[in-house]
Nanobody, 118 residues
Framework: QVRLVESGGGLVRAGGSLRLSCAASGRTFSPRAMDWFYQAPGKVREFVASITWNDGITFYADSVKGRFTISRDKATNTVYLQMNSLKPEDTAVYYC???????????WGQGTQVTVSS
């Protein structure tokens, strides 16, 4: 079974940066795509970014385009979310997710808290 372990969340001032990591368990790992979602207080979980595993094709939500960068290291089975120019409205729990078969998300990380102060 796939297990996703996240790290890198924390408290940062507006305008600052954080880099989230998501390490997948197991040696053989080749999902169709990896995604990041976030869920702000009182809101539903929303899409942030995705990357296809094989080709590295990326897609971003409009709200983070130009500020966030998703990447992956196939050698370490790790996906990253580099977050720059953070805003208070970015405050949320961020979830790593795997689409293992191209049918939608079927594995989720535990979530990591990102708090951006004004």
């Amino acid at each position: 079974q796939v297990r996703l372990v996240e790290s890198g969340g924390g408290l940062v001032r507006a305008g600052g940066s954080l880099r989230l990591s998501c390490a997948a368990s197991g040696r053989t790992f080749s999902p169709r795509a990896m995604d990041w979602f976030y869920q702000a207080p009182g809101k539903v979980r929303e899409f942030v970014a995705s990357i296809t595993w094989n080709d590295g094709i990326t897609f971003y939500a409009d709200s983070v385009k130009g500020r966030f960068t998703i990447s992956r290291d196939k050698a370490t089975n790790t996906v990253y979310l580099q977050m720059n120019s953070l805003k208070p409205e970015d405050t949320a729990v961020y979830y790593c997710a795997a689409d293992s078969k191209g049918m939608g998300v079927d594995y989720w990380g535990q979530g990591t808290q990102v708090t951006v102060s004004s």
